[in-house]
């Protein structure tokens, strides 16, 4: 079973078109998030939302809009695509418990190209 | 603030030797702490995480790491390198539950 799934894995895409990519999650966690994977491998958390409540939205161009219709899933809607928009980006999910948390899980990550 | 630092960009070891990968963190509280690894063209898979219990964590795949508060530093360990280890390794830490910080991340290189 998939625990936090995203589609599409890879995504190729001209400049200057509106693309989304979606997250769902089935480990019943309160909170998911947007990374943002550079070049360098460094992850870059760009949003993050609990219970379908924006909590987290670090300096992301206003082009990336986070959707959360339900806490089970999270998308993410790129307008007017860049060629620095290409990454790979990580959907993932965690829940909070006493002492520390019982679980923080990743998606398997969309690699997005702009050409 | 917190933040974590990866000492070491890219790590090489020779099939069998031991592995470390080092980690140190700033927090201004008590932190949990994870490892986790991209293989290339995968997901992230946690390895193993600390979270105020036990200071030595054991994960998977043979690895482990040790919590030490006075060095801040959460250091990851493997007795034998297998060649299945070799992929980027991301030391994250985090105090809040919301709010997630990675390392630049670690390659690791196993010569055979």
């Known amino acids: 079973d998939t625990a936090v799934s995203q589609t599409p894995k890879y995504l190729v895409t001209q400049m200057g078109n509106d693309k989304s990519i979606k997250c769902e999650q089935n480990l019943g966690h309160d909170t998911m998030y947007w990374y943002k994977q550079d070049s360098k491998k460094f992850l870059k958390i760009m949003f993050s939302y609990n219970n379908k409540e924006l909590i987290i939205n670090e300096t992301v161009p206003n082009r990336f809009s986070p959707k959360s219709p339900d806490k089970a899933h999270l998308n993410l809607h790129i307008n007017s695509l860049e060629l620095g928009d290409s990454a790979v980006y990580f959907c993932?999910?965690?829940?909070?418990?006493?002492?520390?948390?019982?679980?923080?899980?990743f998606g398997s990550g969309t690699r997005l190209t702009v050409v | 603030a917190q933040s974590v630092t990866q000492l070491d960009s890219h790590v090489s070891v020779s099939e069998g030797t031991p592995v470390l990968l080092r980690c140190n963190y700033s927090?201004?509280?008590?932190?949990?702490l994870f490892w986790y690894v991209q293989h290339p063209n995968k997901g992230l898979q946690l390895l193993l995480k600390y979270t105020s219990a036990a200071t030595l964590v054991k994960g998977i795949n043979g690895f482990e790491a040790e919590f030490k508060k006075s060095e801040t530093s959460f250091h990851l360990t493997k007795p034998s390198a297998h060649m299945s280890d070799a992929a980027e390794y991301f030391c994250v830490v985090s105090e809040s539950g919301n709010q997630f910080y990675f390392g630049t991340g670690t390659s690791l290189t196993v010569i055979p």
């Open positions: 927090s201004s509280y008590s932190p949990s």
């Open positions: 993932a999910s965690s829940q909070e418990a006493a002492g520390g948390f019982i679980g923080y899980t």
